[in-house]
């Protein structure tokens, strides 16, 4: 990848981290990487949503493990 395509990843990445914290997904950024890749690669990102809830569902304590310990991550 040349250093602007890079650049312009990296610049995407962080827009969809930026609205995800304002939407309070508690999604992080390698989670959202690759949710990006897979729908780059052709899955369907209501299938992906689908998932990712379903998960939340069956183990709910994480994900708010999550929200509580995101903040002191570097």
Do not use: W, Y
């Amino acid at each position: 990848m040349d250093p602007e395509a890079a650049r312009t990843a990296r610049d995407s990445l962080e827009l969809v981290f930026h609205m995800s914290n304002i939407l309070d997904t508690g999604l992080d950024r390698h989670t959202l990487s690759v949710l990006i890749a897979l729908c780059d690669l052709g899955f369907n990102p209501e299938a992906l949503a689908a998932v990712i809830k379903e998960l939340r569902q069956e183990n709910p304590s994480s994900s708010s493990e999550q929200r509580t310990l995101a903040p002191s991550l570097p």
